[in-house]
């Protein structure tokens, strides 16, 4: 079974900038739609950014400006660039990949998560 590998968290200082990275864990056919979430203890998982139908972008309101999603298609890795980061900003981060398997199937998959801290 596929699954998504995030990496890139780690401790930042205020204002300053993190890329996060996604890619499945074997091989694929193609990434059909690709998703940001993060989530803080005793909160629920909530949605930064993602792909949705007909390429598109979305971003959740407290992070528009700042964040980007992008992807490399040929690499089938999703990214998530992070600047002016806030203590606000302080979760795990977990990809979410709907794609085509070798195979055909359509799946999807969850990461393991990667947690960004933003503290001076």
């Excluded at 890139?8 to 205020?14: C, D, E, S, W, Y």
């Excluded at 949705?52 to 400006?65: F, L, M």
């Excluded at 998530?80 to 606000?88: F, H, I, R, S, V």
Aim: net charge neutral; hydrophobic share 30%.
């Amino acid at each position: 079974q596929v699954q998504a590998v995030e990496s890139g968290g780690g401790l930042v200082q205020p204002g300053g900038s993190l890329r996060l990275s996604c890619a499945p864990s074997g091989s694929i056919f193609s990434i059909n739609a690709a998703n940001w979430y993060r989530q803080v203890p005793g909160k629920e998982r909530e949605l930064v950014a993602g792909y949705i139908s007909g390429g598109k972008t979305v971003y959740a309101d407290s992070v528009k400006g700042r964040f980007t999603i992008s992807r490399d298609n040929v690499k089938s890795t999703v990214f998530l660039q992070m600047n002016n980061l806030k203590p606000e900003d302080t979760a795990t981060y977990y990809c979410h990949l709907n794609y085509y398997s070798d195979h055909g199937e359509a799946l999807s998959t969850w990461g393991q998560g990667t947690l960004v801290t933003v503290s001076s």
